[in-house]
C-alpha cells in the first residue's frame, strides 16, 4: 500500500500538469492565436469606398462660356438699350440610370468696341480674325460677332469661323420686331455655331462609351470614336519607308525634314493633350500580303477595299514598334510597289480609285501607296532614283493622324466658312472640341476604373492593399472630383489636366504588381499551411483540458451535500 507521502507527490503531480495544461492553453489562446492572425493577416490600406460609390452614378455640368458680340449696325437703339447682360440656355439628357449630363451656355452678350469695330471692317477674312484674336477667348469658350448685312463679310458667307475660338455670324435682324422676337431668331444660330466649334451630344456620347451602350448615338459619331485612339498620356509615332523592290528603286525621302516642317508644329500644338514621339524606319523587301489584281482596261494594278484588312497583318510582323511601346503606337506606312506591279492604285467600295490612294486602319495607322512614274526614266538602267514628294505625302499622313487622334471633321451647315488651320494643322476651337471630348471620356474611364477596382478588392478580402495603391485611389477621387466641378465652372484647361491626373492615378492603382493573383491566396490554403504546425501542438492541450473537465465533473459527483441539524 503506497506510503501518504507517495500519494500526495502523486496528487501534486497532477495538480502541477493541470496548472500547466491550463496556462499553455490560456497562453495560446489569449497570445499565440491573435499574433498569429495579426501577423498572417492581408495588410489592406483604407480606400474611400463610400466616396467611389457616389462617382459610379456620374451627372455632368458642363459650362460652355459664350460672349456676344452685337457689331454697329446690328440692333437699333430701342434694342441696344434692352440687351442683357447674360442668358443661360440649359439642355440636359439622362442617358440610363447612372450616367447623364447638363449642358450650359452662359451667354455674356455686350456691344463691339472701338477697336473690334475696326477689325469687322477689314475685307480679308483672314486679317479679320488675326485683328479679332487680340480681344482672344480662353480656351474652352467662344466668341461670336454678330454683324449686319451691311458688312465686309461676303453675303455668301452665313458663318465665318476663324482659327482661334472667335466666330461672325452673318445675320439681319428686324429692327422693327420686339427684342424677345428679334433673339429667337437669333438663338438657334448661336447654338450651331457653338455645337460646331466645342462639342454635340453625339460627341458626349462618343466620350462615355465605357458607361452608356453604343446604340445611343448615330452610327457616324461611333465609327469616328471606334477610329480615334483611346485617350492616353502619350503616343509613339512611326513613319516607315516600304520598299519591296530595292533592285528596282534607290528611294530618298527627307523624312526629317518633312516631320519639322508638316508634324511638329501639330504636335507642339497638342503638346497640352499628350506626350509626343516620332521615329522612322526603312524596310526593305516588306510586300504586302495580297497580291494586286491587274486591269486590263487600265494597265494598272488595283487593291479593291475588300483586299485592304489582309494587307496590315504580314507588313506589321516587320514593323516591330509595339513590342517595348509604353503608349499607343501609330504607324504610318509609304509603300511604293515593285517595278513588277505598277502603278498601284487602291480602290473604294465601289471599285473607284481613291484620290489620295492611301487608306488608314482604326486605332492602327495608315498606309499610303507612292507609285513612281517610270515612263520618263531610263528603265534599263536600276535601280531608279526616286526623290519622294514629301508634301504630298505629309498632307495625307496629317489628315490621318488627325482623325487617329480624335479630331474629327465637323458636319457644317453649308453656309458656314472655315479658316483654314494652315501649318500648325488644327485651330484652337478644334483643339478644345478635343479638349472636351478627352475630358469627359478620362472621368468616364477613370471612374469605371475605380468602380471595378472597389468591386474587386470588396469581393477577393486577401488581395493585398498596400499604401501606394491606396494613395493613388485617394489621388484618382480627389482628380475626378476637381475635373467635375472645373467643367461645372467653365474651366476646360484645369478640367482636362485633372481629368488626365484621374486617369493616370487610376491606372497605376488597378494595374499595380502587388495586386496579381500569385501573390496572396485565400483562407482555405492559409489553413492548409499552418494546421501541419499548430495540429501536434494543440492535440495534446485539447486532450489535457479535457481529462481536466473529466476529473472535475467526477469529483464534484463525489461530494455529499453537507447536513446541517
Known amino acids: 500500500?503506497?506510503?501518504?507521502?507517495?500519494?500526495?507527490?502523486?496528487?501534486?503531480?497532477?495538480?502541477?500538469?493541470?496548472?500547466?495544461?491550463?496556462s499553455i492553453a490560456v497562453i495560446v489562446t489569449v497570445m499565440g492565436l491573435p499574433l498569429w492572425w495579426k501577423t498572417t493577416e492581408t495588410y489592406r490600406?483604407?480606400?474611400?469606398?463610400?466616396?467611389?460609390?457616389?462617382?459610379?452614378?456620374?451627372?455632368?455640368?458642363?459650362?460652355?462660356?459664350?460672349?456676344?458680340?452685337?457689331?454697329?449696325?446690328?440692333?437699333?437703339?430701342?434694342?441696344?438699350?434692352?440687351?442683357?447682360?447674360?442668358?443661360?440656355?440649359?439642355?440636359?439628357?439622362?442617358?440610363?440610370?447612372?450616367?447623364?449630363f447638363r449642358r450650359t451656355l452662359e451667354m455674356k452678350c455686350r456691344m463691339a468696341t472701338v477697336?473690334?469695330?475696326e477689325a469687322l471692317k477689314i475685307t480679308d477674312v483672314e486679317g479679320m480674325d488675326k485683328a479679332l484674336q487680340l480681344n482672344s477667348n480662353p480656351p474652352g469658350s467662344v466668341g461670336i460677332y454678330i454683324v449686319p448685312g451691311t458688312?465686309?463679310?461676303?453675303?455668301?458667307?452665313?458663318?465665318?469661323?476663324?482659327?482661334?475660338?472667335?466666330?461672325?455670324?452673318?445675320?439681319?435682324?428686324d429692327k422693327s420686331k420686339r427684342f424677345e422676337e428679334a433673339m429667337s431668331n437669333l438663338m438657334p444660330r448661336v447654338e450651331e455655331i457653338v455645337q460646331v466649334?466645342?462639342?454635340?451630344?453625339?460627341?458626349?456620347?462618343?466620350?462615355?462609351?465605357?458607361?452608356?451602350?453604343?446604340?445611343?448615338?448615330?452610327?457616324?459619331?461611333?465609327a469616328d470614336s471606334m477610329r480615334a485612339f483611346k485617350s492616353s498620356l502619350g503616343y509613339e509615332i512611326t513613319f516607315s519607308l516600304l520598299n519591296p523592290d530595292p533592285k528596282s528603286h534607290n528611294l530618298h525621302w527627307d523624312i526629317e525634314t518633312a516631320v519639322k516642317s508638316y508634324i511638329q508644329p501639330f504636335l507642339e500644338k497638342l503638346s497640352s493633350v499628350a506626350s509626343f514621339s516620332v521615329d522612322s524606319q526603312i524596310l526593305y523587301y516588306a510586300i504586302l500580303g495580297v497580291v494586286p489584281r491587274f486591269d486590263k482596261k487600265t494597265g494598272s494594278y488595283n487593291l479593291n477595299a475588300y483586299s485592304l484588312p489582309h494587307v496590315i497583318n504580314p507588313v506589321e510582323a516587320r514593323l516591330?514598334?509595339?513590342?517595348?511601346?509604353?503608349?499607343?503606337?501609330?504607324?504610318?506606312?509609304?509603300?511604293?510597289?515593285?517595278?513588277?506591279?505598277?502603278?498601284?492604285?487602291?480602290?473604294?467600295?465601289?471599285?473607284?480609285?481613291?484620290?489620295?490612294?492611301?487608306?488608314?486602319?482604326?486605332?492602327?495607322?495608315?498606309?499610303?501607296?507612292?507609285?513612281?512614274?517610270?515612263?520618263?526614266?531610263?528603265?534599263?538602267?536600276?535601280?531608279?532614283?526616286?526623290?519622294?514628294?514629301?508634301?504630298?505625302?505629309?498632307?495625307?499622313?496629317?489628315?490621318?493622324?488627325?482623325?487617329?487622334l480624335g479630331i474629327q471633321k465637323v458636319q457644317m451647315p453649308s453656309d458656314f466658312f472655315f479658316q483654314d488651320p494652315g501649318n500648325e494643322g488644327v485651330t484652337d476651337w478644334e483643339l478644345d472640341r478635343l479638349l472636351w471630348s478627352r475630358t469627359v471620356e478620362n472621368i468616364a474611364m477613370a471612374t469605371s476604373t475605380l468602380t471595378s477596382l472597389a468591386q474587386l478588392l470588396d469581393e477577393i478580402g486577401n488581395i493585398v492593399i498596400n499604401d501606394q495603391i491606396g494613395s493613388e485611389v485617394y489621388k484618382a477621387v480627389t482628380a475626378v472630383k476637381m475635373a467635375i466641378a472645373e467643367l461645372e465652372a467653365g474651366r476646360l484647361e484645369t478640367a482636362f489636366q485633372a481629368s488626365k491626373d484621374a486617369i493616370n492615378s487610376s491606372e497605376k492603382a488597378f494595374f499595380d504588381p502587388?495586386?496579381?493573383?500569385?501573390?496572396?491566396?485565400?483562407?482555405?490554403?492559409?489553413?492548409?499551411?499552418y494546421i501541419p504546425l499548430f495540429l501536434p501542438m494543440a492535440v495534446p492541450i485539447v486532450l489535457s483540458l479535457l481529462n481536466i473537465v473529466k476529473e472535475h465533473k467526477r469529483n464534484k459527483g463525489r461530494k455529499e451535500p453537507t447536513k446541517l441539524d
Open 151 to 173: 458688312s465686309s463679310l461676303p453675303q455668301d458667307i452665313g458663318v465665318y469661323i476663324g482659327k482661334h475660338r472667335t466666330a461672325v455670324l452673318h445675320l439681319v435682324l
Open 514 to 529: 502587388s495586386l496579381l493573383h500569385l501573390l496572396y491566396f485565400p483562407d482555405d490554403q492559409k489553413f492548409a499551411i
Open 45 to 100: 490600406a483604407s480606400l474611400p469606398y463610400s466616396q467611389i460609390s457616389e462617382l459610379d452614378s456620374l451627372w455632368l455640368e458642363l459650362k460652355m462660356p459664350v460672349e456676344v458680340v452685337f457689331a454697329k449696325g446690328s440692333l437699333s437703339l430701342e434694342h441696344q438699350r434692352r440687351i442683357p447682360t447674360s442668358l443661360l440656355k440649359q439642355t440636359e439628357q439622362q442617358l440610363n440610370m447612372k450616367t447623364g
Open 1 to 22: 500500500m503506497a506510503s501518504p507521502m507517495a500519494v500526495l507527490a502523486v496528487e501534486a503531480e497532477k495538480t502541477r500538469g493541470k496548472y500547466a495544461a491550463i
Open 320 to 404: 516591330g514598334s509595339n513590342a517595348a511601346s509604353l503608349y499607343p503606337v501609330l504607324n504610318f506606312l509609304l509603300y511604293v510597289p515593285e517595278y513588277t506591279h505598277t502603278p498601284l492604285y487602291i480602290q473604294d467600295g465601289t471599285g473607284v480609285p481613291i484620290k489620295t490612294n492611301a487608306f488608314h486602319s482604326p486605332r492602327w495607322g495608315g498606309i499610303m501607296v507612292y507609285n513612281v512614274d517610270h515612263r520618263d526614266s531610263n528603265e534599263t538602267v536600276f535601280p531608279v532614283h526616286v526623290s519622294i514628294d514629301m508634301v504630298r505625302v505629309m498632307e495625307v499622313f496629317l489628315t490621318q493622324l488627325r482623325l487617329m
Open 197 to 222: 466649334m466645342s462639342f454635340s451630344n453625339d460627341d458626349l456620347h462618343a466620350s462615355l462609351l465605357d458607361r452608356i451602350s453604343a446604340g445611343q448615338f448615330s452610327k457616324e459619331t461611333f
Open 115 to 117: 477697336m473690334e469695330e
